[in-house]
T-cell receptor
Framework: AQTVTQSQPEMSVQEAETVTLSCTYD???????LFWYKQPPSRQMILVIR??????QNATENRFSVNFQKAAKSFSLKISDSQLGDTAMYFC?????????????FGKGTLLTVNP | DAGVIQSPRHEVTEMGQEVTLRCKPI?????LFWYRQTMMRGLELLIY????????DSGMPEDRFSAKMPNASFSTLKIQPSEPRDSAVYFC???????????FGSGTRLTVV
């Protein structure tokens, strides 16, 4: 079974600075997908970024980028120019590739607070 | 598109009562997922459907939980009878093909007293 570990329960950053959230996972699969979701106080789960394991290039979405280290099974999220609206819980998630099993396995989350 | 729509947003019920949570997925999405979120266990997959057919219900806690998807635009998650340990936020999500990730609804916060 796959496991996803987020070792930082809470983090804080000053507005406009850069912060990196850590995520590691354990799997014997070679083909898989990784995701970061954001859950602000409104409770809505919002997809931030997605990475395909067979792509070496790190995914980027505006101020959000990932550092995907497949051999180390590490998938960290970097948020540049942090904004107050980035305050939220951030969840790392894993999905097996191949077949038709589309289950997302989530980590426990990291609560990020952006301070003015 | 209005996104994934869940109702009600909040539900408070007494132990032993039947609870029905509702979900309308995004039109055209062929996968629908029900997740439960608690502080202790985080986000857990309960069940998911593909083209209205249940594919994996191994996460359903026990026989008190049931889910249906009578058509492509509607799904329900029912708990009967409800217990205090069922208190959680229940999310519905939908996806086209699954690999692109899900779009989640706003969730239903269920409190069983």
């Amino acid at each position: 079974a796959q496991t996803v570990t987020q070792s930082q329960p809470e983090m804080s950053v000053q507005e406009a600075e850069t912060v990196t959230l850590s995520c590691t996972y354990d799997t014997s699969e070679n083909n898989y997908y990784l995701f970061w979701y954001k859950q602000p106080p409104s409770r809505q789960m919002i997809l931030v970024i997605r990475q395909e394991a067979y792509k070496q290039q790190n995914a980027t979405e505006n101020r959000f980028s990932v550092n995907f280290q497949k051999a180390a099974k590490s998938f960290s999220l970097k948020i540049s120019d942090s904004q107050l609206g980035d305050t939220a819980m951030y969840f790392c998630a894993f999905m097996k590739g191949g077949g038709s099993n589309y289950k997302l396995t989530f980590g426990k989350g990291t609560l990020l607070t952006v301070n003015p | 598109d209005a996104g994934v729509i869940q109702s009600p947003r909040h539900e408070v019920t007494e132990m032993g009562q039947e609870v029905t949570l509702r979900c309308k997925p995004i039109s055209g999405h062929d996968y629908l997922f029900w997740y439960r979120q608690t502080m202790m266990r985080g986000l857990e997959l309960l069940i998911y459907f593909n083209n209205n057919v249940p594919i994996d219900d191994s996460g359903m806690p026990e026989d008190r939980f049931s889910a249906k998807m009578p058509n492509a635009s509607f799904s329900t998650l029912k708990i009967q009878p409800s217990e205090p340990r069922d208190s959680a936020v229940y999310f519905c999500a939908s996806s086209f093909t699954g690999r692109a990730g899900y779009t989640f609804g706003s969730g239903t916060r269920l409190t069983v007293v």
